[in-house]
């Protein structure tokens, strides 16, 4: 996985100058946005398929809810505990409460992101690599644009409308593009699935597709 997190890292700090300036507001919309999405899952719609594959909806939620709780804690300084990611501490909550239980850690990642000293701290994410560390600005775009497609990912599996303003779409984009495509895609561990080629598609769309998903995918159901 550290290779990984070096070609992320390698990219957006080519990134930075053009990913910092009004990125919170932003972030905050994408993830309220999803807060709202989430809300709408029943219990009976956990088994549904999602564009991520291999994960359920219910598998998809508590990957977002844990993620969540681990981004919080590394803006709080306590990312480096590899048990904080542990999906199987969420997902029993989530299971019995998803509206609730994804809320809560959503609100708490938010709170995390906005409180004083934040934008200078390093986040530490095992995920990406034992002791690999980022600045605050590079950890939070990589969060924001996991929500905004994860945000759709939801609303793709429930067959719902999924909208973000133009605002959001236009921030984020950069961040998207400054994710590498390449053979390390295919890795089981790799974040994102190979990028597919774009035909004539919106920027939302776009960004799907850099990020290997299918703007069409209910219609493959």
């Known amino acids: 996985m550290i290779g990984i997190a070096l070609l992320y890292a390698s990219a957006y700090y080519q990134m930075m100058p053009t990913i910092t ?5 932003l972030h905050r919309i994408a993830v309220l946005k999803s807060i709202d999405i989430v809300n709408s899952v029943e219990p009976a719609q956990f088994d549904r398929p999602t564009p991520c594959e291999e994960w359920n909806l219910l598998d998809l939620l508590a990957h977002m809810t844990v993620q969540h709780r681990g981004f919080a ?7 480096a ?10 997902t029993e909550a989530v ?5 609730g239980a994804y809320s809560e850690a959503a609100r708490d990642v938010l709170e995390a992101f906005a409180a004083a000293g ?3 701290a390093s986040f530490a994410l095992p995920e990406f690599g034992d002791g690999a560390v980022f600045p605050a600005a590079m950890a939070m775009g990589f969060h924001f644009v996991d929500y905004v497609v994860h945000g759709w990912d939801v609303a793709a599996a429930l067959g719902v409308a999924y909208e973000l303003p133009a605002a959001v779409v236009q921030a ?14 295919t890795m089981a561990a790799a974040p994102f699935g190979p990028a597919l080629e774009s035909v004539g598609d919106d920027d939302f769309e776009r960004i799907l597709r850099h990020l290997g998903r299918d703007p069409r995918w209910p219609q493959r159901l």
């Open 73 to 79: 804690a590394a803006a709080r300084g306590s990312g």
């Open 118 to 120: 934040t934008a200078d």
């Open 21 to 25: 300036a009004g990125l919170d507001p």
């Open 172 to 185: 984020v984009l950069p961040l998207v593009f400054a994710v590498p495509d390449g053979d390390f895609r």
């Open 81 to 90: 505990d590899p048990e904080i990611w542990q999906v199987a501490t969420v």
């Open 95 to 99: 299971r019995t409460d998803p509206g």
